[in-house]
């Protein structure tokens, strides 16, 4: 990912965007990120990564995640 695109994401983000908490018990699941709502989807999958998508007209790439932690840190 870009350096101006991790920047669009951070101006884009609040605090509570940071504190989001992603559920792992199912097998796939879409979930609503604060301040993101109107600009992308966060799709969790088994491996545990998630793909942001639409954030510019930009996708960007697979983001590794561990359970029961913020998916961006």
Do not use: C, H, Y
């Amino acid at each position: 990912m870009t350096r101006s695109l991790w920047n669009r994401l951070d101006r884009i983000m609040d605090s509570s965007f940071m504190k989001t908490r992603i559920p792992f018990s199912g097998p796939a699941v879409n979930i609503s990120i604060p301040g993101l709502r109107d600009r992308g989807i966060v799709f969790v999958n088994q491996v545990r990564e998630a793909t942001l998508i639409r954030v510019g007209g930009r996708r960007t790439p697979p983001l590794k995640l561990k359970p029961g932690r913020p998916w961006a840190s």
